[in-house]
């Protein structure tokens, strides 16, 4: 939502509650202290037919968690923009911190389909309902009393609905906004059928907290965690298949449409933790989807790389991966087109076959890791790259490595050559000028290790308290990430990596921005998994630790 909406929105709040003061509806005399408006709280107040909805948090403790972490760089830019923020909120002698955040007890907004907003009085306009928490009525009624002199609404009429006051007016651009006080909680419609939906919904109907199975489960999930924002959209297909005709222009692969018809409800939060930001999506997927079965990763391959370890794609099976990307491939008719050429260019070439050569010995867990280091023919660069694979087939793996070292020395390019190097045999691939290509070993009798960009000898023996099972950094961010996942991604040092790019960069017309390089250089390490917490549900986790002087 762009800085001008924002002040908007806000400003129809601030309209809305002059209106009640000026109306002489201050209904919340009772009691001085209202409450947060909680997720759970806010979706039983949103009526069922609801298309999706947005749950803000206005917690002071959760957002200001954010200004413990990062650079000084990013927290002066941090600090800009919510002071940039501040004063787009601000406006006719009023303060964001002063008159409004102090009683703005969270807020939730929802959107309705097209077609539940005809009786509008503009049909193109969106069709949308606020409920927004009141956790302090005497701030609240103090502003009013201060908004009195400041707004003097045109159009003004009170209506009752099932014994609910609901004031009416127009905003400048003549939209039509209903407005009710129910309590300590201020519900906002700009279709009068939606604002009689809502009091129904309070007074028993069916709600939108009904349909949003998957915010079960990140509450469950949630632990310690502060939520910032919270994303529901309960009929995922319904609402891509009306985006896709407002943009007819869009033309999707028939896999993604495939995908798409595969989700029936989606929920994404953003939370705060002691370690930085977590974002989780969660999709409840249809009973017809395809649901792989997912089995618990070892951290067995972990000891076997350095603490220091750049990136790591940790995975299972690749040659379970390559029979599904087959099948995925089946049904898309470019994908499978694309796919045939190059992988039979790769065969004929080095005649190989993929299949039965390459992945039928990738039946265990799998390992991609770049490392620095200042050696081997990627030293300019400081980055080497370390693979490992799990077997049940070693003879199968042997056999096809050979077949491809006999054919790549048949180019004339490369010598292939072996020597021993404490007590382990390894097998090198290096130029004629004796650069190191990669080189592999067998690290026991299931577990191949390959590397690229590196000397063979930098490779051997990691000490186990140097490893990366035993980095705080590594073991303190996946701690976040679902235990029985799929594999996960790792990013760390990118105090390291910023350079690389940055002379990646240097032939080219980019650039890293400067607000963009303090955010980078913010973030300690991220880690990415996706794992199936219940059966037909799919979920992503994005953990990103954030430095902070405390740790620093």
């Given at each position: ?31 001085i ?17 609801a ?42 002698n ?13 807020m ?9 907003g ?11 309902l ?8 005497l ?23 099932k ?30 059928r ?14 939108f ?44 692969a ?6 798409i ?11 705060v ?14 009973s ?61 070439k ?13 039946d ?34 042997e ?16 010598l292939?050559?072996k ?18 290509i ?11 290790m ?20 035993k ?25 390291i ?56």
């Open positions: 939502m762009s800085k001008k909406n924002y002040k908007k929105g806000i400003l129809v709040v601030v309209g809305t509650l002059a209106i009640i003061g000026a109306g002489g509806t201050y209904l919340w005399t009772r009691t202290i209202g409450k947060e408006l909680t997720p759970t709280e806010a979706a039983s107040m949103v009526p069922e037919k298309w999706m909805a947005t749950y803000i948090s206005t917690n002071s403790k959760s957002w200001s968690k954010l200004t413990e972490f990062g650079s000084y760089k990013a927290k002066d830019l941090l600090h800009e923009e919510l002071d940039d923020l501040s004063s787009q909120l601000s406006d006719n009023i303060n964001y911190h002063k008159d409004i955040k102090p009683w703005l007890g969270s939730m907004i929802a959107k309705f389909p097209p077609n539940e005809k009786s509008m009085t503009n049909p193109e306009s969106l069709n949308l606020a409920v927004i928490g009141i956790k302090n009525k701030e609240a009624g103090m502003f009013i009393e201060k908004l009195k002199g400041v707004i003097n609404p045109s159009y003004f009429l009170k209506r009752t609905y014994g609910v006051l609901i004031l009416e007016t127009k905003t400048k651009t003549n939209e039509l906004l209903n407005t009710a006080l129910i309590e300590d909680r201020l519900i906002m419609a700009s279709n009068p939606t604002m009689n939906l809502a009091i129904d919904t309070i007074q028993g109907e069916p709600s907290a009904d349909k949003i199975e998957p915010q079960k489960i990140i509450t469950k999930n949630l632990g310690q965690e502060r939520t910032l924002i919270q994303i529901y959209i309960p009929d995922f297909v319904s609402v891509m298949k009306t985006s896709l005709r407002s943009s007819p222009q869009t033309r999707l028939t896999r993604t449409v495939e995908k018809n595969d989700i029936e409800a989606i929920m994404m939060e953003v939370a933790n002691e370690r930085g930001l977590h974002f989780q999506t969660i999709a409840k997927l249809n017809s989807a395809n649901r792989p079965e997912i089995r618990g990763l070892s951290d067995e391959l972990l000891p076997h790389l350095p603490d220091s370890t750049i990136a790591l794609i940790k995975a299972g099976s690749i040659k379970r991966s390559w029979s599904s990307f087959l099948a995925t491939a089946a049904k898309d008719r470019i994908l499978k087109f694309n796919l045939n050429k190059y992988k039979n260019s790769f065969e004929s080095m005649e190989v076959d993929l299949e039965r050569d390459v992945f039928s010995w990738m265990g867990e799998f390992a991609l890791a770049i490392i620095p280091t200042n050696r081997g023919i990627l030293a300019d660069y400081g980055l080497a790259g370390r693979a490992m694979w799990t077997t049940t087939q070693r003879s199968q793996a056999k096809a490595l050979k077949k491809l070292e006999e054919k790549v020395e048949s180019f004339g390019e490369v292939v050559k020597r021993v190097i404490n007590g382990k045999e390894i097998t090198e691939w290096i130029t004629f000028q004796g650069e190191d990669l080189s592999y070993s067998w690290l026991n009798d299931s577990c191949l390959l590397t690229f960009g590196n000397p063979p000898d930098s490779n051997i023996d990691i000490n186990f308290n140097n490893s990366l099972s980095d705080q950094s590594f073991t303190t961010v996946t701690s976040y990430l679902p235990k029985n996942n799929k594999g996960y991604f790792y990013l760390n040092n990118l105090d990596i910023i350079p690389i790019i940055e002379r990646l960069f240097e032939k080219t017309s980019y650039s890293i921005i400067p607000e963009a390089r303090a955010a980078l250089t913010s973030v300690e390490s991220i880690a990415l998994t996706t794992s199936n917490p219940l059966p037909f549900f799919s979920q992503l986790d994005i953990m990103v630790s954030l430095k902070s002087e405390e740790r620093n």
